[in-house]
């Protein structure tokens, strides 16, 4: 089950229908893509979300943001990679319509190695 980010606002129990306990929550739309099936498949099918639009809201950080003061690159590291949400959004984004992201497909291009035993 995959770690989503939400905020729920509102919950109760549903007494005219036995056993429907409702929860008003504000999820991403980001993290939303699947939800729906994930939901159903965890809770066998007894589960059922309905999604509605509720608002916009932007992201206060800079997706191209990097570290450049020493003190930036002691704290996130040379990279700067440590949790910027607004960078995975914009790259899962890039990934799911088929543009280019910065995701390396070769980590080391060494040579491949045999897995034939020398004698």
């Known amino acids: 089950f995959k770690i989503l980010r939400f905020l729920v606002f509102k919950q109760w129990y549903q007494r005219r229908v036995r056993g429907l306990f409702v929860i008003a929550a504000v ?6 893509l699947g939800f729906a099936e994930e939901i159903r498949k965890k809770t066998s099918g007894f589960a059922m979300p309905q999604l509605v639009f509720s608002h916009w809201e932007t992201l206060q950080e800079d997706p191209f943001w990097v570290p450049t003061t020493e003190e930036e690159l002691a704290h996130f590291g040379e990279l700067g990679d440590s949790g ?7 790259m899962k984004a890039r990934k799911r319509k088929g543009l280019s992201t910065d995701e ?12 034939k035993k020398n004698k």
């Open 104 to 115: 390396q497909i070769v980590v080391s291009g060494e040579k491949q190695r045999t897995l």
């Open 27 to 32: 999820l991403p739309v980001a993290e939303s």
């Open 84 to 90: 910027n949400l607004a960078h995975e959004y914009m």
